[in-house]
């Protein structure tokens, strides 16, 4: 089922409040699928979904191979029948401000801070497509 991603209504937005793990599917430079399991934060307002990581990780690399227009991405969520996808196009930014933001946001919605990481990175996903079941 379609739903917006700026509005994507009360029930779909508290399910990505809850703290479920999440995979986010990338690009290889072959143009197979990279599979990973992740932490998301599902900013509406901002119309973006945010992931933070090594900057040497290999969802990184993926995303960078894409080039300055970016990676399309998807990241999802399963809990029993209810699911839910965000998909858009995914940047690195490596901006201290971005990273930290989206740190905060990840602590929030998961409950823990992660450990330090000065290599740390954050993936923006500029959000065009939300689908979900509750």
């Given at each position: 089922?379609?739903?917006?991603?700026?509005?994507?209504?009360?029930?779909?937005?508290?399910?990505?409040?809850?703290?479920?793990?999440?995979?986010?599917?990338?690009?290889?430079?072959?143009?197979?699928p990279h599979v990973v399991p992740v932490c998301v934060t599902y900013d509406p307002e901002a119309g973006l979904a945010r992931i933070i990581t090594n900057g040497s990780s290999r969802k990184a690399a993926n995303v960078l191979a894409a080039g300055p227009d970016g990676a399309r991405v998807a990241v999802c969520q399963v809990d029993g029948r209810r699911w839910a996808t965000l998909e858009g196009v995914a940047r690195v930014r490596t901006e201290q401000g971005r990273v930290e933001h989206a740190v905060r946001l990840k602590t929030e919605r998961y409950g823990r801070a992660p450990g330090p990481n000065p290599d740390r990175v954050v993936i923006e996903i500029t959000l065009d497509r939300a689908l979900g079941r509750g």
């Amino acid at each position: 089922m379609a739903v917006d991603v700026r509005d994507p209504g009360p029930e779909y937005l508290a399910f990505w409040r809850e703290p479920h793990l999440c995979t986010l599917t990338t690009p290889r430079p072959d143009g197979t699928p990279h599979v990973v399991p992740v932490c998301v934060t599902y900013d509406p307002e901002a119309g973006l979904a945010r992931i933070i990581t090594n900057g040497s990780s290999r969802k990184a690399a993926n995303v960078l191979a894409a080039g300055p227009d970016g990676a399309r991405v998807a990241v999802c969520q399963v809990d029993g029948r209810r699911w839910a996808t965000l998909e858009g196009v995914a940047r690195v930014r490596t901006e201290q401000g971005r990273v930290e933001h989206a740190v905060r946001l990840k602590t929030e919605r998961y409950g823990r801070a992660p450990g330090p990481n000065p290599d740390r990175v954050v993936i923006e996903i500029t959000l065009d497509r939300a689908l979900g079941r509750g």
